[in-house]
T-cell receptor, first 111, second 113 residues
Framework: GENVEQHPSTLSVQEGDSAVIKCTYS??????FPWYKQELGKRPQLIID?????GEKKDQRIAVTLNKTAKHFSLHITETQPEDSAVYFC??????????FGAGTRLFVKA | NAGVTQTPKFQVLKTGQSMTLQCAQD?????MSWYRQDPGMGLRLIHY???????DQGEVPNGYNVSRSTTEDFPLRLLSAAPSQTSVYFC????????????FGNGTRLTVT
């Protein structure tokens, strides 16, 4: 089955710097890659997603890149703000009704 | 729309007790799923359903049962609770699995003593 690895587990940046979180997946059939943000005590919520026929997608300060050949995808947050502090999860979906998550990255943005 | 609603928010059980975690959605989503979240391990899929009457196992199904009698409801049953089942449980739904995101409920924090 699918396996998703996520790095780093913890990331600390200064406000205004960029943050990058990387994920790899194992199943070449995976075709949908969402990213979720979870604030303390809250539910995970989608922040951006990308499909396998697209290499990059941007939404304001957030971007995601996908390398199908290498089976990895990354989340890029520019101009980080304190409210970006949260846990971020990458996920992969093979289209077989199973969304498999990475272990999460705890992002701290220091003011 | 309320989205995905989970009850209860908190629950404490003794080892061996049984209980049902409730999940309901009002978005007419055919796909629903249950995840557990443990520190450092992300979200792990327990069971999922692609429609009324159809369920299947996820990554960590042991110790849990599910059923899907209606499109709206997808309860998760713990038949004999164990301390290893202490976790936060999230129910989620999607309009098109594999193409659109999961919508999560607010979670149930379960402690088994």
């Amino acid at each position: 089955g699918e396996n998703v690895e996520q790095h780093p587990s913890t990331l600390s940046v200064q406000e205004g710097d960029s943050a990058v979180i990387k994920c790899t997946y194992s199943d070449s059939a995976s075709n949908y890659f969402p990213w979720y943000k979870q604030e303390l005590g809250k539910r995970p919520q989608l922040i951006i997603d990308i499909r396998s026929n697209v290499g990059e997608k941007k939404d304001q300060r957030i971007a995601v890149t996908l390398n199908k050949t290498a089976k990895h995808f990354s989340l890029h947050i520019t101009e980080t703000q304190p409210e970006d502090s949260a846990v971020y999860f990458c996920a992969a979906d093979t289209g077989g009704f199973k969304t498999i998550f990475g272990a999460g990255t705890r992002l701290f943005v220091k003011a | 729309n309320a989205g995905v609603t989970q009850t209860p928010k908190f629950q404490v059980l003794k080892t061996g007790q049984s209980m049902t975690l409730q999940c309901a959605q009002d978005m007419n989503h055919e796909y629903m799923s249950w995840y557990r979240q443990d520190p450092g391990m992300g979200l792990r899929l327990i069971h999922y359903s692609v429609g009324a009457g159809i369920t299947d196992q996820g990554e960590v199904p042991n110790g849990y049962n599910v059923s899907r009698s209606t499109t709206e409801d997808f309860p998760l049953r713990l038949l004999s609770a164990a301390p290893s089942q202490t976790s936060v449980y999230f129910c989620a739904s999607s309009s098109s699995p594999g193409n659109s995101p999961l919508h999560f409920g607010n979670g149930t924090r379960l402690t088994v003593t």
